[in-house]
């Protein structure tokens, strides 16, 4: 079961820290305020707890997460959508929901096999702009519009839920990140 205590070890936050160190360590100049998708997750991002996804809720298609993702958030208005990385076997690019516990509501994945989610809670109405806009789904790889969020164009701040419970969890997330996460 997801603990705080599982922070400290955890295999996304350690495959995001070590992509956006290797990014870093390419030594090119950049217009980008984020390295890459990984550093802006990281240090945005939060931690979502696995949840069994109720019977009565509509599961999506595969290999269809973002798209999955905005519509569960559309139709239950008590979810949230967040974009990052989700583990099954490997930390994988992935969008699911989660609702005020932070409990995920995953329509894409079969039951049980997301261990550990990390990601950005996001606007919907930010959510559905970006998808008009660009014209497919998806808000963190935007390449379409020249990568608004990892140049800074968009503030991350303006854009992101702001529910109680995810600015708790990214305090926590943001200690864990630095390494001075708070033995409980």
Not at 52 to 78: I, M, S, V
Not at 83 to 105: K, R
Request: aromatic letters at 12%; glycine letters at 8%.
């Amino acid at each position: 079961m997801f603990e705080v205590t599982d922070l400290q070890n955890d295999p996304i936050l350690n495959y995001l820290s070590n992509i956006a160190k290797m990014k870093k360590g390419f030594g090119k100049k950049s217009e980008l305020k984020y390295v890459g998708i990984e550093d802006l997750v990281l240090q945005h991002g939060i931690h979502c707890k696995p949840f069994t996804f109720p019977a009565n809720y509509e599961r999506g298609k595969l290999k269809e997460c973002y798209n999955n993702a905005l519509d569960l958030a559309l139709a239950h208005p008590n979810l949230t959508y967040v974009e990052g990385y989700a583990m099954g076997v490997i930390p994988t690019p992935h969008a699911w929901c989660v609702d005020s516990q932070l409990n995920v509501y995953d329509p894409t994945w079969k039951a049980d096999y997301g261990q550990r989610y990390f990601g950005i809670p996001f606007k919907t109405r930010f959510v559905l702009d970006t998808v008009m806009a660009k014209g497919t789904y998806g808000v963190l790889e935007n390449w379409e519009q020249k990568f608004p969020l990892l140049t800074g164009e968009i503030d991350i701040e303006k854009v992101k839920s702001k529910r109680k419970a995810f600015r708790t969890s990214q305090t926590l997330s943001s200690q864990s990140a630095s390494g001075s996460l708070p033995s409980e």
